[in-house]
């Protein structure tokens, strides 16, 4: 059984950082792409970035490029994604992902392309 769990939410003035952190468990993690979404309230969940097996190939959403920094360490099978530079926009539940199946260079970048997801944590940007 896949476990994700995301930590490392909170609250924060505009133009501060947060770090996430998810760990995952259940299986080989260096083998799978990683993700992470987003959702706020009312709206759809989107994609904000996502890292191959090995780190080499990364994906972002345009609106984080420049500010948010995804990584992976494989060694401890957990990804992060700094965020710097947050705005009020940035305001969602935030969730890590792991497909199902191991993809090849290019990590996916849909919701549908991932299988398991953790609970979500909480990122809150005031003006």
């Known amino acids: 059984q896949v476990q994700l769990v995301e930590s490392g939410g909170g609250l924060v003035q505009a133009g501060g950082s947060l770090r996430l952190s998810c760990p995952a468990s259940?299986?080989?993690?260096?083998?799978?792409?990683m993700g992470w979404f987003r959702q706020a309230s009312g709206k759809e969940r989107e994609f904000v970035a996502a890292i191959s097996w090995n780190g080499g190939v990364i994906n972002y959403a345009d609106y984080v490029k420049g500010r948010f920094t995804i990584s992976r360490d494989n060694a401890k099978s957990t990804v992060f994604l700094q965020m710097n530079s947050l705005k009020p926009e940035d305001t969602a539940v935030y969730y890590c992902?792991?497909?199902?199946?191991?993809?090849?260079?290019?990590?996916?970048?849909?919701?549908?392309?991932?299988?398991?997801w953790g609970q979500g944590t909480q990122v809150t940007v005031s003006s």
């Open positions: 992902a792991q497909p199902l199946t191991i993809w090849g260079v290019a990590p996916p970048a849909r919701a549908v392309e991932y299988h398991y």
């Open positions: 259940g299986r080989t993690f260096s083998n799978y792409a």
